[in-house]
Every structure is written in structure tokens, then in C-alpha cells.
């Protein structure tokens, strides 16, 4: 039997580092397979878990929630197929809806001996409240399909900061179990306990029927446009018109653009920092939400970024087959960006 756990989060949140935590210190000794559905043409996360020496299967042509669907029902199997984990994660994209994923493995489960496990999502305690206002449908999806929700940074957080965060939570999903302790304080042990802990056979129903409330939205959008102009919109007409006035269904596609570039190109560290200030400071290329690389420096080195929403952090990282960059964010200028880079 494999477990599938989820483990997901908006942009930025902390994904990535609480995966390394929970397979250095929970998951030691099972075989685990981590598949990322990463948004954007060039798959970065798979470079900074290279040294946990797992498989990975970077999936780049698109965002889980449309076209990948298909693709990564295949994948999964060939996945669970071919190394017989006992424990898969999927980390999907940060703008993927957590039902979406969690449809993909509940066909799974019919046909393969496996089973979802924890669905976890991570929110970065100081910018909860923000990412809400800001992405609605996409930021809540993932707390209302979860039955664990994480809190990063709850260390730096104020008292008042972290009640708040948990209120707004507990607000879209009462049943979820909120870890608010700061993660370096506990062991992984304890969290995969919480983890596993909660019962996911809610969540599975709400998020099978979100899907389908999906799909039938999606269904009416199109028959919609086609049959709009034929008839009358009176005040009781029950066409669906007047709900979909302000379009609140969106596909990620709609909402981010993402712009992913492999250069061999090298970089001093101070041009590096010099860019990702501008991304902080300025929309001159859009609006930055992330941004994420490793490229190689003049002096022989590797330096790893990471920029999430006007904070950012470079390290020295392992040299990976090329330089990578990834800029996630809103009216993105690609051609601009290539410049920047130099890479025009």
C-alpha cells in the first residue's frame, strides 16, 4: 500500500523546506517519490531537492488544474508502477487548486493499491490574511480541502497576527487541525501524527464535488458564449447570466503568467540581488510574486534564489545541469525579463 500525501500551499509559502524537514525526519527509512507539478515551463524545485536523493518527475507543461489532469493521472500510475513507493508526495503548483490534485488521486486509488493520505496545506502566518483578499478561489481552495494546514513563519508572527491567521482559517475550515507552533520547535514525527491523524474522507467528497461544480461551470461558461446573444435576459431567466457577470471561475492561466528561462549565462551575485531589489521595489516588469533560480556565478560558484513577494534570500547551492530562472507574477513582461537577465 503507498500513501499519497498532498502537501500544498500558495506561492511561496514554505513547501519546499517543510518537505526536506518531514523526509529527514519522518519519512526516514520508506521510499519516497516526490512528484512536483511545478506552473511554468522550467521546473526550478527540482534542483533544490536534488540532494535528498529522490525521484522526481518535473511535469511543465501547464498547471495541474486543466490541461494536466489527464497527463498526471498517467504519470502517477507509471510513478507508483514503476518504483512501488511506500509514500508518495505531490507538491503541486502554488496557484493549483488542492481539489483538482486530490480528483487525480481518487481515480487512482480505484484502479492501484494506494491510498490518500494527508492533505496538508502550508500559509505563511504573515501573509494569510493579504493572499486571501488577493486570490480568493485559488488560496482558499487549498485551506477548505485540507485536513492539516501548516503555519510558516509563526515565529515571527505576533500574538495577535497568529489568533487572527487561525480565526481566518478556521473561518473556511473549521475540521482542519492548524499547527501554529514554529516547525523547528517540533520534531517531523509529531506532525506526521497530526497528519495522519485527521480524516480525509471529508475532504475527499468536497473536493470530488468542487470538481464537478467545476466542470459544470466550465460546461455552462462555453455553452454560454455560444448561446448568448439568442435570447432575452429577463429578470428571472435562469441561463446562469447574471452569475457569471464577474467570471469568479478562473483558471491559473488566467490570473499568473510564469516566465521560465535555461541559460548558461553567468551572473555576479550583485547583479543577481540587483534584479530581485527591482523586483521588490518596483513594477517596472509586473508584478513579482516569485522568483526562483540557480545560475551560475563569475566566480565559479552557484547561486540559489528565492524571492517571495518583496523578501528574498541568495545561498550557494550545488551546480545543477544549467543555469534555471523562474518569475511567477501578474503582467509579466517576458521580453523585458530577458533583457534584465541578459539573456535577450
Known amino acids: 500500500m503507498t500513501k499519497i500525501d498532498i502537501i500544498s500551499g500558495f506561492l511561496g509559502a514554505g513547501k519546499t523546506t517543510f518537505i526536506k524537514k518531514m523526509i529527514e525526519e519522518a519519512f526516514t527509512g520508506e521510499q519516497v517519490v516526490l512528484i512536483e507539478n511545478e506552473f511554468g515551463e522550467v521546473g526550478i524545485d527540482g534542483g533544490f531537492l536534488k540532494d535528498s536523493g529522490i525521484q522526481i518527475t518535473e511535469m511543465n507543461s501547464g498547471c495541474i488544474c486543466c490541461s494536466l489532469v489527464g497527463d498526471f493521472g498517467k504519470n502517477l500510475n507509471e510513478v507508483i508502477t514503476k518504483y512501488h513507493p511506500d509514500r508518495i508526495l505531490i507538491e503541486p503548483s502554488g496557484v493549483g487548486k488542492l481539489s483538482d490534485v486530490m480528483k487525480s488521486v481518487i481515480d487512482i486509488e480505484k484502479e492501484q493499491d494506494v491510498k490518500l493520505n494527508g492533505l496538508v496545506t502550508v500559509v505563511n502566518a504573515l501573509k494569510a490574511s493579504k493572499q486571501m483578499k488577493a486570490f480568493g478561489e485559488f488560496f482558499n481552495n487549498q485551506i477548505e480541502c485540507a485536513t492539516t494546514v501548516i503555519l510558516s513563519r509563526s515565529q ?17 475550515n473549521p475540521k482542519a487541525a492548524i499547527i501554529t507552533t514554529d516547525w523547528n520547535a517540533i520534531n ?11 480524516d480525509s474522507l471529508e475532504m475527499k467528497l468536497l473536493a470530488d464535488q468542487m470538481h464537478k461544480q467545476e466542470e459544470e461551470e466550465h460546461e455552462h461558461e462555453h455553452h454560454h458564449d455560444h448561446d448568448h446573444e439568442e435570447h432575452e435576459h429577463g429578470e428571472n431567466c435562469t441561463c446562469g447570466c447574471h452569475d457569471h457577470d464577474h467570471h469568479h471561475h478562473h483558471h491559473a492561466d488566467d490570473v499568473f503568467t510564469s516566465w521560465g528561462k535555461e541559460t548558461p549565462h553567468k551572473y555576479e551575485k550583485s547583479k543577481i540581488e540587483e534584479i530581485l531589489k527591482t523586483f521588490r521595489d518596483t513594477e517596472d516588469y509586473g508584478t513579482i510574486l516569485r522568483a526562483k533560480g540557480m545560475v551560475e556565478s563569475t566566480d565559479g560558484t552557484w547561486i540559489y534564489f528565492d524571492m517571495v513577494e518583496g523578501e528574498y534570500e541568495l545561498r550557494e547551492g550545488e551546480p545543477d545541469y544549467t543555469g534555471r530562472l523562474c518569475v511567477i507574477g501578474t503582467n509579466i513582461d517576458a521580453h523585458r525579463l530577458e533583457e534584465l537577465f541578459e539573456i535577450a
Open 156 to 172: 515571527n508572527a505576533t500574538p495577535e497576527q497568529l489568533e487572527f491567521c487561525v480565526k481566518q482559517i478556521q473561518a473556511l
Open 188 to 198: 517531523g514525527k509529531q506532525i506526521l501524527k497530526v497528519m495522519e491523524g485527521q
